[in-house]
Each structure stands twice: as C-alpha cells, then as structure tokens.
C-alpha cells in the first residue's frame, strides 16, 4: 500500500524520536557493564513508542495498562486504526531495525521487543507489537553459558554466588524465549539450591528477594493474563477469571501451577508483610481454576513435615505451625511452666526438622508481658518469650531453643526495620538479664548479629548495662555486645572507666581486636579519637598511659 501523503510529517516526528532514543542507549560503556557477568548478553530489549493527543514519546519501559484510553486530549485529525496497522506499523518496524543494525552489539539484549500505543481518532488506543528480533547467535551463547553457569556454580557449587548472576539466571529461566518448555521442578531446585548455597551470606536476604520478584513478575505478566482480566488498580490488584478459563488437566499447565503456588509461599515467607494479600491472591487464583493443592496449603502447610511434628494439642497448650505462612500459632490453655515447656519443646523440634527459622509466633494468651528494654516490637513472638521467662524451670529449655533459632541473616517475620531481630533475640536478651550464667549464649549471639540491617541489640546493650553496671565481671560482656551495636548506642559510662582497674581491664580486651573494632569502642564509649585525646591530654599518671594506649590501638589502621 501507497504511503498516505498526510502520514509523513508524523512518522517523521516518531523517526526523530527513535533517533533520540536510540542516542540515549547508545553507552559507551555498555562491553565494560556486559563483563561483569557471563549471563548478560546486552543491556537492553524493549522499546515503547507512545502516540497520544499529537505528541510522540518513545521510552524504554513498559507501558501501565490500566491508565489505557484515559486520555483527554484531542484527537481530532489524528490516526485511524488501519493507518496504524497497515502503513505506519511497517515503516517503523524498517527503520528501528535498521538503527538497532547499527549498535554496538553490547548494547542490546539477544532479543529486541518494540511495541506501539497509537491514540486514534475514535478516542480509543491500539496496542501493537511493531518489531520483534532475536540473534539467534546471542541466544544460543547464551544458553549455553546458562548450562555452564548452572553446572559449575550450582550443581557442583560450594561457595556463595554473586547476587549480579542470580538476578540474570532468575529472569532467565522463566524466559519462554530461551525456554519454550516450562519445567517448574527444575527452576524450583535451581532457585533452592541459590539459597541453599547463600546460606550464612550476608547477601542471602538480597538472592531471596530476586528471586521472589522474577517469581512474582512471571506470575502477573505472563501466567495470570491467560486466564485472568485485572480488575483493579496497580497498587490494589485485583483479578477476576475469565469466562471459560480452565486449568489443563497435564503437562505446562500443572507446571505453572506449581511454580505459581512456589512463588505464593516465597511472597509469604520472605516478604514484608505488606505483600502478603499478593502471596494469598495468587493462591485463591490457582484455588479458582479448580485446584485443591493451594487450598490445602493454606490450611495445612506444605505437608513436609509429619503430623506430629506441625500439631500438639492437650489440656494446657495447643500449637499449630504452617510452614507456608512460616507461622507457628500458639494457645496457651494454662499459663505455667510446665505449659511453656511444652510450647518450647514444640519449637525446638520443629527448627530442628526444616521449619523455617524466619517465622513468627502468634499467640493467644491472657497474659501480656514484654522485655524490660527499649527498641522492640510489642508482637506475639516477644510476648510468648517474655511470658515464658517468669518460669525458671524452662530457662534451659529457652537456651536450647535460642541455640537451635540463632542464625545471621534470618529474622522474625512480625518485625520490620530498624525493629528487625534474629530467632531466638527474645530468649537471649531475657536470659542474659536474668542470670549473667547466660552471658556466654548471650556472647554467641552477638558474633552472630548483622548489624547492618539489625539494631535491637542497642537496647540490650543498654539494658544490660542498667541492671548489672559496670565490674570486673560484666565488662567483658558489655565490650563484646558493644562491639556488635550501632553508632547510635548511647551508654554514659566514662565515669566508670575513670576507675584504673577497669579501664586496665578494658586495655586487656582490646589488645586482641583490630584498629576499627578499638575505634568503634572509642566512639560509644568518649565520642570519637578527638575527644578521647583531649582527656589523655589532662589525665595524669598511669591513666595517661592507659588512655594513650587507647588512642594508639584506635588509630593503628
């Protein structure tokens, strides 16, 4: 068909754009950004063209579906639907395939998508797929580095990974592209085994929260489209089945399933809790298309554990965990010892059989006690270990529990921000001021902490400091836990460390650290160097000697 005379002037403007946008893409730096992982082919693969009330835009992002046909702007003189398809379509489709010829091959991803949305003259929009392009060259170098990836640094992998590759392979496996057969047991072991291997790794929390959003991405872009219409809003989504729609009975769709029921459960035991109603609202879709596995996990959890392990029910308590939810509800029928005994003994057998040891406890009990210390959220997990250190007779079974809870980059899920802590925080700080038996539990748990996304050990640092002061027998303790706070810790104990045998003692403790570790001390306990100096400047005798050693040991970096 004949090129309409009147079309030009506006493929003109859409071209001028394509122009400006392909300039913005073209990063001199874009071979250096590719080498740093062997998963990323290019740095881009999508394109929108928007034209809306005379004015063209061509962006790199995709387009919001629910603000379609919102437009007020005038479309009077503007394109007809068959103009868009027949003659403007094509002649975009040439010519961004000529300007992406022309790219430096790092820039762009082993597949381009270009995409339109055309405002026309019925105050409606049409959305159309101008260029797809695939190198097939680029694809299959790439997966062939996949295979390699997955072989080398999973299968046979024994150290941490790079959270740059998982967010590459997460995206990639879920790519009907380069994978046109969807194989959810496969992808599901790849994405355990990234976690199984960033275990203890302080970027464990990051592997989990890529992996979780490639999940949820999928979910709604690709599986629930095909059988669902959006119905809400993008922030309040809501989903409604689509007349007719029904689950194949085999094969890819009880794949889907099973990866959308695994993507549910990492939304709800990894997330915050905001994002919860998305975890459920993926479950009650699977539920709609007929399937009773997501109904049951969220009524029983995923059946991994037995019966006797998940339940526990007589006259004086009632535990139930859902290791979907990672929850673990609690009724305590008797407030006793013996009671919270039973409870403990419950929690310790489950972390020791899987359970996830970021959970949450929520319980029903009269009695609502919390931890004397400032910093923590007022949840039914506090309240359940500050219940159950009234009895002395489980103390030992609350360090057995603390042992088997403990470990870095996990954390309870009822808490948020700076009020994050790690399993078995509550049972820890309670015992230590109970008794100064447990500082050496209390010591484990420190060398433990991440104190780069926990802070909750400043209130029992302080705390501790409150109830036992500063002796010869508690500084010790009070170093270690000070070692693992935050700058912001406010103890006001240089009056005290003006005594010469303390501050000899603190001098003992630090000799073994390194420069950062003496520096930080310096910091909670005088300020910072400077002030330290100007005190060892007016102190006298065998103070001055201790304090300048300080100094020394502080800036020895």
């Excluded at 506090?382 to 007779?393: D, G």
């Amino acid at each position: 068909m004949d090129m309409d005379d009147s079309l030009e002037p506006v493929l003109e403007e859409m071209k001028q754009e394509i122009d400006k946008w392909i300039a913005y893409i073209n990063d001199k730096d874009a071979e250096k950004i590719i080498k740093r992982t062997t998963l990323q082919m290019g740095i881009h693969g999508y394109a929108l063209l928007k034209y809306e009330g005379g004015r063209v835009d061509v962006t790199d992002y995709p387009l919001d579906l629910s603000v379609q046909g919102k437009s007020r702007l005038s479309t009077s003189g503007g394109l007809t639907e068959e103009q868009v398809r027949e003659q403007i379509v094509p002649e975009l489709a040439h010519y961004m395939q000529h300007k992406l010829n022309e790219l430096p091959p790092a820039v762009l991803d082993y597949r381009f998508n270009f995409e339109g949305n055309f405002q026309v003259v019925n105050g409606g929009t049409v959305k159309v797929p101008i260029l797809k392009y695939v190198d097939e060259a680029k694809k299959q170098l790439l997966l062939d580095r996949i295979g390699s990836y997955i072989s080398s640094k999973l299968e046979a992998g024994q150290y941490p990974t790079k959270p740059l590759e998982t967010f590459f392979l997460a995206r990639h496996l879920l790519d009907e592209e380069l994978y046109p057969v969807l194989h959810s047991g496969r992808i599901i072991g790849l994405y355990e085994r990234i976690q199984e291997l960033n275990k203890g790794s302080k970027h464990l929390t990051e592997h989990r929260n890529t992996l979780t959003v490639a999940l949820r991405n999928w979910v709604e872009e690709q599986w629930l489209p095909r059988y669902f219409e959006l119905t809400g809003s993008e922030w309040e989504k809501e989903y409604k089945k689509k007349s007719g729609a029904m689950l194949e009975v085999s094969g890819s769709g009880q794949e889907a399933v099973e990866l959308v029921i695994y993507s549910a459960v990492s939304i709800l035991r990894y997330e915050p809790s905001y994002s919860r109603s998305t975890g459920l609202t993926f479950l009650n879709c699977v539920t709609a298309l007929g399937s009773t596995r997501a109904e049951q996990l969220i009524r029983e959890g995923s059946g991994a554990l037995p019966e006797d392990v998940i339940r526990l029910r007589d006259e004086r308590v009632e535990c139930i965990a859902n290791d979907v939810f990672a929850e673990v509800s609690i009724h305590m029928k008797q407030e006793s010892g013996e009671s919270y005994g039973q409870a403990l003994r419950f929690l310790i057998k489950l972390l020791e059989q899987g359970f996830p040891k970021s959970y949450q406890i929520k319980l029903k009990s009269a009695v609502k006690r919390c931890l004397p210390l400032k910093g923590l959220v007022k949840s039914g997990t506090h309240r359940f270990f500050a219940n159950a250190l009234e009895y002395p007779e489980v103390h030992p079974l609350l360090e057995e529990y603390a042992r088997a809870a403990m470990e870095t980059f996990e954390w309870y899920t009822d808490t948020e921000g700076e009020k994050c802590c790690m399993p078995g925080s509550y049972a820890v700080f309670g015992l230590a001021l109970t008794d100064r038996a447990y500082f050496p539990l209390a010591r484990e748990y420190m060398e433990k902490v991440d104190v780069e996304h926990q802070s909750v050990q400043n209130g029992f640092t302080a705390a501790l400091y409150g109830h036992y002061g500063i002796k010869t027998e508690t500084l010790p303790m009070l170093v270690t836990c000070m070692l693992y706070c935050t700058e912001s810790l406010k103890l006001k104990i240089t009056k005290e460390l003006e005594d010469e045998e303390l501050l000899s003692l603190l001098l003992n403790q630090i000799r073994s650290l390194e420069y950062y570790q003496v520096e930080h001390l310096v910091y909670l306990i005088w300020g910072g160097k400077d002030k330290l100096k100007k005190l060892a400047g007016k102190a006298e005798g065998e103070m001055k000697q201790n304090l300048e050693e300080l100094m020394q040991a502080a800036g020895r970096g």
